[in-house]
């Protein structure tokens, strides 16, 4: 079957491109639009490397079609720092050390950021449950949360 | 792979009907996609139903019933300021269905159409007796949900026949449901075994009752005798231990590393009566 054309909005750019049906926003993400920030850990949604946000619903990428974004708005960790100035979850991340080999930590970010807005006081606990999606193999998950915790303080208090 | 988002249910059916091959629809695809990743089913046909009005939609009817459309994910419903006052067992079972992220494309509907014995919203939807609606070349027709799978991945739906809405009972007065599963870990796991509780009260004395299994036979089991044994009692000792008899009874698990037979036939006993103690407090209009 020939490709289907999408158009849909990327970090609030308009992007299109010509996909299999069978792949998925992931793959059209990183292939197509040479967004590879999201990484394929597992491939089967357990992991949570490839989080994104579509219609500000956290999901993974890789359980999504590309062709399923047509008309969607779609958040990807590039759009999370403003230029050249990182976002106050990125900036604690760096300052606890909250990661290591680096693969899991876009997913985080975008999950982290997403619950940040939907609950700007969680408690470990939520925060924890809530993340408990994105899989770390280095960290041991204590900074990650430190880091995500010390966010939130940082921006109630900023705002 | 042909990929239809039709714009109605009976163009939905109508698709399925005529195709050839292997069909599935897509609602959330949190199963689709990783039986298509992993070329355990690679559909000739995809029928994403999701681009069909209203299939987001969590309603609540005039007669205090509930009609979901059939794309509403596990996130929708847990974020309803009210869907989960009426119904916290449906709600909190879906919930448990897999990541926050599972939870933002996952539906009631996949988890039901999956056919596995152990999804998690299926004995809490038998217990609610939640019907849906399903379209199909011979029209429309309602089923209720413990008819609807038949074995492991497999559902009484016919060819060219699509669940078009999910249906659930008006919740009334003095009712209460839960849903418990136990798992081997905190999060993120299958159900070694699942049970769903619905009942309702007279003063202290249930007078009706709904008993479910999940992962511990072939399909989701709705337990008649386990609802006769708290029907016209206080939910005492006595009659909590003979529910626990008749949910251990109504067992016929598989043996696997995740849980034996003898394991899950007794945990099967012990989590009916914690769910159904859950869901007498509800109906009493207590915190539970």
């Known amino acids: 079957m020939s490709k289907l054309h999408v158009t849909t909005t990327v970090n609030g750019d308009e992007v299109e491109y010509l996909c299999d049906p069978r792949e998925t926003l992931l793959d059209c993400l990183r292939d197509k639009l040479n967004l590879t920030g999201a990484k394929e850990g597992c491939g089967t949604g357990d992991c949570g490397a490839c989080s994104v946000t579509v219609d500000g619903r956290l999901v993974c990428s890789c359980l999504m079609l590309g062709v399923e974004a047509e008309g969607k708005q779609i958040e990807t960790v590039e759009g999370i720092a403003d230029g050249d100035v990182l976002h106050p979850l990125q900036k604690k991340f760096i300052e606890y050390a909250a990661l290591q080999c680096g693969i899991c930590t876009p997913g985080i970010l975008v999950a982290a950021k997403s619950l940040l807005e939907k609950n700007p006081d969680p408690t470990e606990e939520e925060a924890r449950y809530w993340l408990a999606g994105n899989l770390c193999r280095c960290t041991g998950y204590d900074k990650i949360i430190r880091a995500v915790m010390d966010t939130a303080a940082e921006l109630r208090e900023a705002s | ?288």
């Open chain 2, 1 to 288: 792979m042909d990929y239809h988002s039709p714009a109605s249910f009976a163009e939905a059916s109508a698709l399925a009907i005529n195709a050839t091959g292997i069909t599935r629809f897509l609602a959330g695809g949190t199963d689709v996609l990783v039986q298509l990743r992993s070329e355990l089913v690679t559909p000739d046909t995809l029928i994403d139903i999701k681009k069909i009005n209203g299939v987001h939609d969590i309603t609540r009817n005039s007669d205090g019933s509930w009609t979901l459309g059939v794309a509403a994910t596990g996130a929708e419903m847990s974020d309803h300021p009210e869907l989960g006052l009426d119904w916290p067992g449906v709600v909190e079972a879906m919930d448990l269905i897999g990541s926050t992220q599972v939870q933002g494309r996952a539906t009631l509907t996949g988890n039901l159409c999956n056919g596995s014995p152990a999804a998690d919203s299926v004995p809490a939807m038998v217990a609610a007796g939640v019907t849906v609606t399903i379209t199909g070349p011979e029209g429309v027709r309602d089923m209720a949900v413990e008819d609807i799978p038949t074995g492991p991945g497999k559902t009484a739906l016919a060819k060219g026949e699509v669940i078009s809405a999910i249906n659930i009972p008006a919740r009334g007065e003095n009712g209460g449901d839960a849903y418990l599963r136990f798992i081997p870990r905190t999060e993120m796991d299958i159900a070694v075994v699942g049970v769903g509780v619905n009942l309702r009260l007279d003063g202290d004395t249930i007078t009706e009752a709904r008993v479910s299994l999940g992962a511990v036979a072939p399909t989701v089991l709705l337990v008649d005798d386990a609802a006769r044994a708290i029907i016209g009692t206080t939910l005492d000792d006595a009659a909590l231990d003979a529910l626990a008899a008749a949910a251990s009874g109504a067992c016929n698990p598989i043996d696997d590393k995740r849980g034996t037979i003898a394991f899950r036939t007794e945990v099967a006993g012990v989590l009916a009566k914690r769910t159904a103690k859950i869901a007498y407090a509800r109906a009493k209009g207590e915190q539970a």
